[in-house]
């Protein structure tokens, strides 16, 4: 049996459109407002600075603001991005503009598994900050307890075996031992090429069209968290 599971988000947990059509262009108006009034702070700075130094040297912050509009329009994930979107949906959450969405499915198992003292991490390209708004403020209530670990890019692209190898050391367990959830097969490659178990979220919210057996690359398929089977 596994002794932990380890989660995306976008897809798995949640819906892809919650963050393609509230996150994301929640956090493309904000940007021009929270670059002003934060623009000095050096938690903000430094990510700006990040950018502007990656994009040729910009010096204006209007020029920077439009640089990641533009990353949010093309989906990059880039960390800076990641950090910038986390910083303003923490106000957007603590002012109740909107909640995170999470399939009442894995609402329930994630706090039955919890309960039963299964050891519960997430891995997203969403910053860990951003992670723990969404699940701290879901629709289905404060979610965060239940997990122990939250990781992001900065651990790894999701797509390289390395990734889930340093999750693995990080969570000081063996490969095997942990499970990973996406809806994405290409990460899933990459968690199995490491060693994990894995499991293919296939939502028809998010994928109507269902993925067969070759698509899907020889990982276990399911269309809902009550689905999954963690004793292997």
């Known amino acids: 049996m596994a002794t932990t599971i380890l989660t995306d988000i976008e897809g798995t947990t949640s819906s892809i459109s919650f963050v393609k059509d509230v996150l994301f262009p929640y956090?493309?108006?904000?940007?021009?407002?929270?670059?002003?009034?934060?623009?000095?702070?050096?938690?903000?700075?430094?990510?700006?600075?990040?950018?502007?130094t990656e994009s040729g040297g910009i010096c204006s912050d209007e020029v920077i603001v439009e640089t990641?509009?533009?990353?949010?329009?093309?989906?990059?994930?880039?960390?800076?991005?990641?950090?910038?979107q986390g910083l303003m949906w923490r106000e957007g959450y603590l002012r109740g503009d909107f909640h995170g969405h999470v399939y009442p499915d894995a609402a329930q198992a994630l706090r039955d598994w919890h309960?039963?003292?299964?050891?519960?991490?997430?891995?997203?390209?969403?910053?860990?900050?951003?992670?723990?708004?969404?699940?701290?403020h879901s629709e289905a209530g404060d979610l965060a307890p239940v997990f122990s670990d939250f990781f992001d890019t900065r651990v790894g692209h999701k797509r390289e075996a390395d990734s889930y190898?340093?999750?693995?050391?990080?969570?000081?367990?063996?490969?095997?031992?942990?499970?990973?959830?996406?809806?994405?097969?290409?990460e899933l490659d990459a968690?199995?090429?490491?060693?994990?178990?894995?499991?293919?979220?296939?939502?028809?919210?998010?994928?109507?069209?269902?993925?067969?057996?070759?698509?899907a690359n020889g990982h276990p398929r399911v269309e809902s968290f009550a689905q999954v089977d963690i004793a292997g």
Request: net charge positive.
């Open 115 to 136: 309960a039963d003292g299964t050891r519960l991490a997430v891995y997203s390209s969403g910053s860990v900050d951003a992670q723990k708004l969404l699940f701290g």
């Open 191 to 215: 968690a199995r090429e490491a060693g994990m178990r894995t499991v293919l979220l296939d939502r028809r919210e998010d994928y109507p069209q269902a993925r067969d057996a070759k698509v």
């Open 27 to 52: 956090a493309r108006r904000a940007l021009p407002g929270f670059v002003r009034a934060h623009g000095d702070d050096p938690e903000v700075r430094r990510w700006l600075d990040l950018v502007a």
């Open 165 to 186: 190898r340093r999750i693995a050391e990080a969570l000081r367990q063996p490969p095997g031992d942990i499970v990973f959830l996406s809806d994405v097969v290409e």
């Open 68 to 84: 990641l509009q533009g990353w949010i329009d093309q989906d990059r994930k880039h960390t800076a991005l990641k950090a910038l």
